[in-house]
């Protein structure tokens, strides 16, 4: 019993992770998805949507603002709507001049952005760490054992499962069953042909940067809150492995990134707590490559079809 409870509350705190991989992933898919291109800078908008937060929560405390839900609402829709903003910049400058060139152009733009806003950051708020003390305190006992270990469920996590699949149901919503979601599927399938039928092109690919750099600022937000260290090299990393949860869920496929970023993130709790904690980022690539080998598309990716 003492392996399965131990086994218990790595998996907890693995999906925890993984929600977070899952949240970052789905802007990666949703802008391949309506482009055909990958955002490398979609991790550093998660990093910018991480410091976002710290300096938003240290400023409404030190003008002495007390209640906690209206801090953290404040901090989150702030978090948001900066980031967003930064998300609709990078597809002007780096991704929409380059629409029409070959697919070489807007991977070295991409990457290039990356680089520029890790530079930016270090530059404005220094290569050290920036901390922030714990928020949202509390956790749920699920058992207890004789020698003193705990099985647990934080409130935090909680609210990371929770927000995560509110955000999942409501982007699925989004896609499905509203005018924007029809536009972007038209643009996925064919920009050309999406113009000729009235649809917007320019502004739903921009609305698509702007959700997914949304959605990284709240996984940001989340990773703020329950690690407390942020830094501006910590986007890369993320980045990666979420475009790796992408691309293991089948690139294009919403419920897939969510899949593939809770894979991830258990693999990663379970390796580096059985295994060894120094090569589990070797794990996850070794796990993709094992998926493709099986599934070239993914777990719920789609066969392309090429237009002729």
Same mark, same amino acid.
């Given at each position: ?53 710290? !300096? ?10 007390? /209640?906690? $839900? ?26 929409? $001049?380059?629409?029409?060139?070959? =697919?070489?152009? @807007? ?20 290569? =050290?760490?920036?901390?922030?003390? $714990?928020?949202?305190? &509390?956790? !749920? ?12 469920? /934080? ?23 509203? $005018?924007? &979601? ?20 320019? =502004?739903?690919? /921009?609305?698509?940067?702007?959700? &997914? ?38 690139? &294009?496929?919403? @419920? ?6 809770? !894979? ?31 599934? @070239?598309?993914?777990?719920?990716? =789609? @066969? ?5």
């Amino acid at each position: 019993m003492a392996g399965v409870d131990y086994f218990l509350q790595q998996l907890i705190n693995g999906l925890t992770l993984g929600a977070v991989y899952g949240l970052i992933a789905i802007g990666y898919t949703m802008v391949y998805g309506i482009i055909g291109m990958i955002n490398f800078a979609h991790g550093e908008i998660y990093m910018i949507g991480a410091f976002i937060t710290v !300096i938003s929560y240290v400023v409404l405390t030190a003008i002495g603002v007390t /209640s906690l $839900p209206f801090v953290l609402a404040i901090v989150l829709l702030t978090t948001a709507v900066i980031t967003g903003l930064y998300g609709w910049s990078i597809e002007r400058i780096a991704y929409k $001049p380059l629409r029409k060139a070959g =697919r070489m152009a @807007p991977l070295i733009s991409a990457i290039g952005m990356s680089v520029f806003l890790q530079n930016y950051v270090q530059l404005l708020q220094g290569a =050290r760490v920036k901390t922030l003390a $714990p928020v949202l305190q &509390g956790t !749920i006992e699920l058992s207890h054992r004789a020698d003193g270990f705990v099985v647990s469920v /934080s409130y935090l996590q909680i609210t990371i499962f929770v927000l995560t699949l509110v955000l999942m149901s409501a982007v699925t919503a989004l896609v499905h069953a509203t $005018p924007f &979601g029809r536009a972007q599927r038209a643009c996925e399938q064919d920009q050309t042909m999406a113009a000729l039928c009235g649809i917007r092109v320019n =502004r739903a690919i /921009s609305l698509t940067f702007v959700l &997914g750099a949304v959605l990284a600022a709240i996984a940001g937000f989340m990773v703020t809150l329950y690690y407390g260290v942020v830094d501006f090299y910590m986007g890369f990393l993320a980045g990666m492995k979420a475009f790796t949860a992408a691309v293991l869920g089948g690139i &294009g496929s919403l @419920p897939g990134a969510m899949l593939g970023g809770l !894979i991830i993130g258990v693999v990663e709790s379970l390796w580096a707590t059985y295994v060894n904690a120094q090569y589990k980022d070797v794990a996850v690539f070794v796990l993709l490559m094992l998926v493709l080998l099986v599934r @070239p598309n993914g777990l719920l990716g =789609r @066969p392309s079809v090429e237009k002729v």
